[in-house]
Each structure stands twice: as structure tokens, then as C-alpha cells.
Nanobody, 123 residues
């Protein structure tokens, strides 16, 4: 069984930064791509970032490219999301997940999810 636990969310002013962490249990963390998604009230879950198992490849949608950076430390079984230049539209619950498929931007390719961490950006 795999458990994912996110942390690092909070309230920040527009233009500020936050760093989210996702700690994973289990011995197979380094074998899987990992991703971050977010969901705002009344909206569908949205892809935010993903990273390959080795960390050599990263993926972002245009909405966060240049502002968000995903990274991982396989020795610590942890994936990170550094969020800079935050905007009010970044407000959402952020989830990390483990990808079991080839299309890391699609949420149905993920087999495990964390409980989420709230990020609120005030204007």
C-alpha cells in the first residue's frame, strides 16, 4: 500500500511563493512518475506538473510554466512543487499523485493520491 501525504499549503499574497511537499511511503517511489494536480471549488481537477521517475523530465501546462517547478528526492521519497509569482487563480486544493501510466497530464493515469493541501492566494 502506498500513502502520499502533502504539506506546505497555506495563505499567501499574490506574487508570493509556497513550496509544497509530498512524502510517499513504500519502497517503489523511485520507479514511478509523480504529479501534482489542483482542484478549485466548482471546477474539475487540473494538471499542474509532473516529473519522471528519474527526475530528468518535467511537464507543465502553460498556465504555470515559468512559475512552478517540480522536483523530487528519491532518497527521501519526496516530491516538491515550488510555486512562485502566485496568482489568485492558483487558489485550489493541491493533490500529489503517483502515475501508473504513460500520460502524466491525465488524472486517470494515477493510481494513488494524497489527501490534498489548501493553497489560497489573496489579491
Amino acid at each position: 500500500q502506498v500513502q502520499l501525504v502533502e504539506s506546505g499549503g497555506g495563505l499567501v499574497q499574490a506574487g508570493g511563493s509556497l513550496r509544497l511537499s509530498c512524502a510517499a511511503s513504500g519502497r517503489t517511489f523511485s520507479s514511478y512518475a509523480m504529479g501534482w494536480f489542483r482542484q478549485a471549488p466548482g471546477k474539475e481537477r487540473e494538471f499542474v506538473a509532473a516529473i519522471s521517475w528519474s527526475g530528468s523530465s518535467t511537464y507543465y501546462p502553460d498556465s504555470v510554466k515559468g512559475r512552478f517547478t517540480i522536483s523530487r528526492d528519491n532518497a527521501k521519497n519526496t516530491v516538491y512543487l515550488q510555486m512562485n509569482s502566485l496568482k489568485p487563480e492558483d487558489t485550489a486544493v493541491y493533490y500529489c499523485g503517483r502515475s501508473s501510466g504513460d500520460f502524466v497530464h491525465l488524472d486517470y493515469e494515477y493510481d494513488y493520491w494524497g489527501q490534498g493541501t489548501q493553497v489560497t492566494v489573496s489579491s
